[in-house]
């Protein structure tokens, strides 16, 4: 009775199992069935969504595709060519500003480097493009796309893996750029975390990731999984970095592992091709004097094209092929576009004027007035146009105040003119002004003012056609001063035939330009290019200086023999 008893049990827990096991079998293949019929309807929607393509934009269109479509930065491309393209590729930062050609000419040179036969790059080298001010990071360590993360057994979707609390490397940008290119643009806003990170994979060139998940003794983690934690993940590619900011404001140790190249702003004659180019790829005609208005408007080559897309729109809503003026007028209206501040002198000599050179934005040059004028009084000295005060905030709230250094350059002046002049400011009272709406600030225009002041005070004209930039020391040294090409490319663009510039700030590609680029030293040298006036005799020499050794050792008075 009891072996009977016994035997229904079993029996009876046998069928409920059964019935467990068929059930779960059951379940398991309806929810394989679901998934497999809400995939298949997802893909045909997913497909679907694919069939339905727009046009191209015009941006997109325009893109150049080769070296040579790229207007208007040959000296700079010529430098990525030869950090890139070369047997031993290096490292790179472009800086300058937005529209410029910068990401285009990151994503072409590495397809001219894959051509060239001593280059390491494979036809399979891959370009990877992440974009530094949007890129998502979490200082848990949780989500790294740009170093890379590991999916520990707690992260959520950690599959299989996670469920047999398995750690799981996921590589980053760095590892999927191997033995290619890693492209960053605004690379100056990554976070300094990530900045750091990535320091330290251009320096071993290789991935380490972490985990307390991870054991090297345990044995049910795969063999490729323990060899990403013991050898980590390869990351051997070259970096091109493009910013906006100026270079003082990366880290120093980022910029010592890279090769640092400019590209320019564009001229208005480089805008105008990129606008006609533009305007031939999107079966539109440009009317005469549309492609100069345009120019005068557009601060990049993407604002141009982008004004060429919404005019020519304009102009098919008419039944029209040509963008005419009229278009291009409507279209920097309702912009709200500023036209770009830009001078032509003409032929001709004025007393106490001189052509300044300046850079605003941090990238673009141009011509800066400065008006002196000097009649007898009783040592007046007023100032227009200039910062008059500058102040910092270091650390918090607290702020420190200085006197600006364009007022400090001023003075400076004053105490040049009367060591190596004799001009006593005592007798008159002067107005120096920099007409204009823009904010004058910085020491580059010492020697200009040294010559406007001279000017006005002795009654001495100056070529308005002759432009100046240089700081100016009380020993009359001209010491170098920032954004010297972009000055001197903004002179010759004004139509300026002579600049003078300090001689530290002598630049090759200067001897390329049709203007004439004359090197100076010091208050001699400048007052013999714009006056005529060749050195003081000694016995004023050792008057303003006392010492003649110590005018031998300061170097101010070598001779000038050099005009590039």
Partial sequence: MFIAILFVVQFVLSVIMLFYFFGMVKTKTDSKRSIEYESKKELLKLRN????????????????????????????????????????????????????????????????????PLSPFSNMAKYVEIDAATLRFDDRGIADPLIGTVHDPIYQGAGSYGNAGIPQPKPGAVTKAHGGMLFIDEIGELHPIQMNKLLKVLEDRNVFLESAYYSSSDGNIPAHIHEMFQKGLPAD???VGATTRM?????????????????????????????????????????????????????????????????????????????????????????????????????????????????????????????????????????????????????????????????????????????????????????????GSATVDGPSAGIAVV????????????????????????????RPVGGIVEKVEAAQNANIKKVLIPRDNYRRMFSDLQIDVVCVEN??????????????????????????????????????????
């Fill in 237 to 239: 590619f070259r970096l």
């Fill in 49 to 116: 969504l694919r069939q339905i393509k727009l046009t191209k934009p015009l941006s997109e269109v325009t893109r150049p595709t080769s070296l040579n479509e790229i207007v208007g930065q040959a000296q700079g491309l010529k430098a990525l060519r030869a950090a890139i393209c070369s047997p031993n590729p290096q490292h790179v930062i472009i800086y300058g500003p937005p529209g410029i050609g910068k990401t285009a000419a990151a994503r072409v040179v590495l397809d001219e480097a894959k051509k060239h």
């Fill in 247 to 435: 270079p003082e404001e990366l880290p120093a140790a980022l910029r010592s592992r890279c090769v640092e190249i400019f590209f320019k702003p564009l001229t208005n004659s480089e805008i105008s091709k990129i606008a006609k180019n533009a305007a031939v790829k999107g079966n539109v005609v440009l009317t005469d004097g549309a492609a100069e208005l345009i120019e005068r408007y557009a601060q990049n080559g993407r604002e141009a094209v982008n004004i060429v897309q919404i005019a020519s729109s304009v102009a098919i809503f008419e039944n029209r092929n040509t963008i005419e003026i009229p278009d291009i007028e409507w279209v920097v209206e309702f912009s709200r576009c500023n036209p770009k501040p830009e001078k032509k002198v003409q032929k001709g000599c004025a007393v106490g004027f001189v052509n300044g050179l300046a850079v605003y934005g941090g990238s673009y040059g141009m011509l800066m007035d400065i008006e002196v004028n000097a009649m007898p009084g009783s040592g007046k000295l007023c100032i227009t146009g200039i910062i008059e005060n500058e102040e910092l905030s270091p650390s918090g709230a607290q702020k420190l105040s200085r006197k600006s250094s364009a007022k400090s350059s001023i003075e400076n002046m004053l105490t040049v003119l009367k060591t190596f002049y004799n001009i006593d400011f005592s007798k008159y009272d002067i107005h120096i002004n920099f007409p």
């Fill in 523 to 564: 208050i001699y040298d400048v007052f013999d290019e714009t006056f005529g006036i060749k050195k003081q005799n000694k016995q004023l020499d050792e008057q303003s200086l006392g010492n003649q050794k110590i005018i031998a050792a300061t170097g101010i008075f070598k001779s000038k023999d050099t005009t590039i």
């Fill in 451 to 478: 010559c406007a002041v001279y000017s006005a005070i002795k009654n001495i004209p100056i070529d308005i056609e002759l432009a100046m930039t240089g700081e100016i020391s009380l020993q009359g040294t001209v």
